[in-house]
C-alpha cells in the first residue's frame, strides 16, 4: 500500500467522522430548542462585534462555567470570528475550527481522487484544492441570501416598531418585539443586541455591532437614523415610517433593475462557463489532444489569449450589468 492510497484512505475516515459528527449534533441540537437558542445566543457573543467585548466577555465566561465539559472545550478552542459569524448565520453546528477541518478533509479526498483517475498529478491538486475551498464558496452565497433575506425582513420590522414606539414603548422594548415576533433571521439579530444592551452595552455599541455582523446599507441607515433622533430628539414614529417607506422603493426598484439584466447575467454565465466545461470534458475524454496546449510552444500562447480574453468579457459583461443602486 503506497503513501497516496493511505492518505486516501485516512481522507475518507476523517470525512467520513466529520459527517457522522453533523448528523449527531443537528439531532441532539434538534431535541432542546430551549438549548440551541441560548447555545445560539452564546455564539453570537463569542463571535460578536469589536463594540463592549469586556462587558460580553465577563459574561461568556460566567455562562461558560454552567454547561458540560464538552461544550466548555468547543468554546475554548481558538475561534476565528469572521468564519464563526457565517456559520451562525447559516446554522450549521460547526465552529471555525471544524469547519476547517472538514474542509481540509475534502480537499485531501478530492486531490486523491484526481490523483488515481487523473492523468496529470497537477490536475489533482486543482481538484483538492477546489474541493477544499467548495465549502467556503457555498457559504459566502448561503451568506448573501442572508442578508438579502434580512433586507426584505427590514421593512416589515421597523413598522413593529414604529408602532411599538407610538403605542409608549421603549425603543429597547420595541427592538425586543422585533427579536421575538418577526420570523429569522432578523429576529436572531434583533435578539443579539437586544441581548448586548441587557447585558450593559451603550445602544450606540449594541447598534454598532449588529451592523457590523449584517453589513446591509439600509440596515446603517436605520442604526444612524436612530442615535440621531436619540441625541437631537424628533418624531421616531415618523422616521422610522420614512425609512421603511424609503427602503421598501429601494427593494422595489432593485428588483426591476435585476428582472431587466437577467438576460445579460444569464448570457454572462454562459458564456464564461461554456469554454471552461468543454475545456475540462475534452481533457477527461481526449487527453492526448488537448495535451498540445501545453506540449507545444503555439499551444502555449493559446492558452494565455484564452485565458486574458476571458478576464476582458467577464469585466466587460460585469460592467454592462452591474447596475450600482
Known amino acids: 500500500m503506497n503513501l497516496t492510497t493511505t492518505s486516501l484512505y485516512i481522507a475518507v475516515f476523517i470525512f467520513t467522522v466529520a459527517i457522522v459528527q453533523v448528523i449527531y449534533l443537528a439531532w441532539s441540537e434538534s431535541r432542546f430548542i430551549e438549548k440551541r437558542k441560548v447555545k445560539k445566543r452564546l455564539l453570537y457573543i463569542s463571535a460578536g462585534g469589536k463594540h463592549g467585548q469586556e462587558k460580553l466577555a465577563r459574561y461568556r465566561k460566567s455562562v461558560l462555567k454552567d454547561i458540560g465539559a464538552f461544550e466548555r472545550f468547543i468554546f475554548s478552542i481558538p475561534r476565528l470570528s469572521e468564519l464563526d459569524k457565517l456559520l451562525i448565520k447559516i446554522n450549521i453546528p460547526f465552529n471555525a475550527t471544524l469547519f476547517i477541518l472538514f474542509s481540509v478533509t475534502l480537499g485531501m479526498l478530492g486531490f486523491g481522487i484526481g490523483y488515481r483517475f487523473l492523468p496529470q498529478t497537477i490536475a489533482a491538486v486543482a481538484v483538492g484544492i477546489a474541493c477544499m475551498l467548495a465549502p467556503y464558496f457555498l457559504l459566502k452565497l448561503a451568506e448573501k441570501n442572508y442578508y438579502s433575506k434580512f433586507n426584505d425582513q427590514l421593512p416589515e420590522a421597523l413598522d413593529l416598531l414604529s408602532r411599538a414606539v407610538r403605542s409608549g414603548s421603549a425603543l429597547t422594548a420595541g427592538l425586543a418585539m422585533i427579536g421575538e415576533q418577526v420570523e429569522d433571521p432578523i429576529r436572531s439579530e434583533f435578539a443579539a443586541t437586544v441581548d448586548e444592551i441587557n447585558l450593559g452595552l451603550t445602544l450606540n455599541e449594541a447598534m454598532e455591532n449588529l451592523c457590523e455582523r449584517v453589513p446591509v446599507a439600509d440596515l446603517r441607515f436605520f442604526s444612524i437614523a436612530i442615535l440621531v433622533q436619540k441625541e437631537t430628539g ?39 462557463g461554456l469554454p471552461i466545461l468543454m475545456f475540462v470534458y475534452m481533457y477527461l475524454t481526449n487527453y492526448d489532444y488537448l495535451s498540445l496546449l501545453w506540449t507545444e510552444k503555439m499551444g502555449h500562447y493559446m492558452i494565455y489569449g484564452a485565458i486574458i480574453l476571458q478576464i476582458i468579457g467577464a469585466y466587460v459583461i460585469k460592467r454592462i450589468v452591474d447596475i450600482d443602486i
Not at 235 to 253: A, H, K, M, P, V
Open 234 to 272: 424628533g418624531n421616531i414614529g415618523e422616521i422610522l415610517d420614512n425609512i421603511s417607506r424609503l427602503i421598501r422603493e429601494r427593494i422595489q426598484f432593485k428588483r426591476h433593475v435585476s428582472a431587466l439584466t437577467a438576460e445579460g447575467r444569464l448570457s454572462a454565465v454562459i458564456l464564461i
